[in-house]
């Protein structure tokens, strides 16, 4: 699976379970990182671990196993680690808090329209 399919996968797995505010960040220009930030964020705790977990169980099918899981007690804020790709789930307060898309404004901010069917 390469880097864009599997970016492609986790919008629509994240689409597809409500999560909120789906972000895809471009960041590989800037840091060594990742490629890509993926942002999004439930509206419970319970919302925010379905969402980790149904992005972890859905990509693990198609062969892809994240290099590291932060964040799994608390369901505030998750982060699976694919290598090129980090996905970031919040509650909405956290996300609010942290604001990543303000940290990574030079970053290029993607369309997910293109990711979605």
Not at 18 to 24: C, G, P
Not at 32 to 59: C, K, M, P, W
């Amino acid at each position: 699976m390469t880097s864009k399919e599997l970016l492609a996968a986790a919008v629509k797995i994240l689409d597809g379970k409500k999560a909120e505010d789906i972000r895809v960040i471009e960041i590989g220009d800037l840091t060594i990182i990742a490629d890509y930030f993926v942002i999004a964020n439930g509206i419970s705790s319970t919302h925010t671990r379905s969402l980790a977990d149904e992005v972890e169980f859905q990509l693990k099918e198609k062969g892809a196993e994240p290099r590291q899981i932060q964040g799994n007690n608390g369901s505030n804020w998750i982060i699976l680690d694919y290598s090129d790709i980090v996905i970031h789930i919040f509650n909405k307060e956290m996300r609010e808090f942290y604001n990543l898309e303000r940290l990574w404004n030079d970053g290029k901010q993607e369309d997910i329209s293109k990711y979605l069917d």
